[in-house]
C-alpha cells in the first residue's frame, strides 16, 4: 500500500514560484498515476494536474496549464508540483493522490490514495 506525504507548502508573494513534493513509500509507486488537487476555504476540491505512470504524459487545469509542471522520479518515490508565476487566487490545500489505474485522470474519484496536504499561501 502506497502512503503519500507531501511538503513545501509555505507564504509566497505574488509572482513567486515554489516546488511542493510528494513523497510515496511502497514499491508500487511506479505503477500509479500521480495527481495534484488543491482546495480553498470555502471552495470545491479542483483537480490541479497529473501525470501518467512513467511520466510520459501530463495533463493541466487551464487555471495552471503554461505555470505550473508535474514532474516523477520513480526512482526516488516521488512526484513533484512546480508551481511559476503563482497568483493570490492559488492560494489552497494542495493535495497529492495516487492512482492505481497509471492512466491519467481529473476524477479525484479515480485516486485510491491521498496524502494529508500542505498549504499554500500566496500573498498580493
Known amino acids: 500500500q502506497v502512503q503519500l506525504v507531501e511538503s513545501g507548502g509555505r507564504l509566497v508573494q505574488a509572482g513567486d514560484s515554489l516546488r511542493l513534493s510528494c513523497a510515496a513509500s511502497?514499491?508500487?509507486?511506479?505503477?500509479?498515476?500521480m495527481g495534484w488537487f488543491r482546495q480553498a476555504p470555502g471552495k470545491e476540491r479542483e483537480f490541479v494536474g497529473a501525470?501518467?505512470?512513467?511520466?510520459?504524459?501530463?495533463y493541466y487545469a487551464d487555471a495552471v496549464k503554461g505555470r505550473f509542471t508535474i514532474s516523477r522520479d520513480n526512482a526516488k518515490n516521488t512526484v513533484y508540483l512546480q508551481m511559476n508565476s503563482l497568483k493570490p487566487e492559488d492560494t489552497a490545500v494542495y493535495y497529492c493522490?495516487?492512482?492505481?489505474?497509471?492512466?491519467?485522470?481529473?476524477?479525484?474519484?479515480?485516486?485510491?490514495?491521498w496524502g494529508q496536504g500542505t498549504q499554500v499561501t500566496v500573498s498580493s
Open positions: 493522490a495516487a492512482a492505481r489505474r497509471g492512466m491519467i485522470t481529473t476524477d479525484y474519484r479515480a485516486y485510491d490514495i
Open positions: 511502497g514499491r508500487s509507486f511506479s505503477s500509479y498515476a
Open positions: 501525470i501518467n505512470w512513467n511520466g510520459g504524459s501530463t
